[in-house]
């Protein structure tokens, strides 16, 4: 199995609602959506999107990988894997970073508002960890 896909599918990440909450719908993929993903299509000003997690994502995969999907899922390459298939990190490495970053994820979901030091240290990990290896920084919100 080539390195990217081992990575890939031992993460999930970006599926789960761990880098980002919705993703990017084309206008014509809307209905589809909708109708044939069941997705939970939103419209914001900057176009139209599905919310995050995917349902369709399976034991780390997507169940529909090998069927029609979002543009966007066959277009998205974290940083991570960027780094990956540029020979800039090896693929132990990078499963390092994606094993810690899924488990600050599970442990920010059982603490929806952090209440404790660690758990407020937790989520600051997270988002560093999210901006360093797996996602451009969000803009601030309007």
């Known amino acids: 199995m080539e ?26 993929e809307v209905e589809w959506a909708r109708t044939k993903r069941s997705l939970k299509v939103i419209q ?40 990956l298939e540029a ?4 693929l132990d490495a990078a499963l390092v970073k994606v094993r810690r970053l899924d488990e600050l994820f599970t442990r920010a979901r059982a603490h929806a508002t952090p209440t ?7 989520l600051g990990e997270f988002e560093a960890l999210v901006t360093r290896d797996f996602r451009e920084p969000l803009p601030p919100p309007a």
């Open 3 to 28: 390195p990217g896909t081992t990575l890939c599918t031992s993460c999930g990440l970006c599926c789960a609602g761990a880098i980002f909450a919705t993703a990017t719908l084309e206008p014509e």
């Open 44 to 83: 914001r000003p900057e176009g139209p999107r599905f919310e995050l997690p995917c349902h369709l994502l399976h034991e780390r995969k997507c169940s529909i990988y090998a069927e029609r999907r979002p543009d966007v899922c066959g277009a998205f390459k974290c940083k991570l894997l960027s780094r």
């Open 116 to 122: 404790t030091v660690e758990a407020l240290l937790d």
């Open 87 to 90: 020979g800039e990190i090896p």
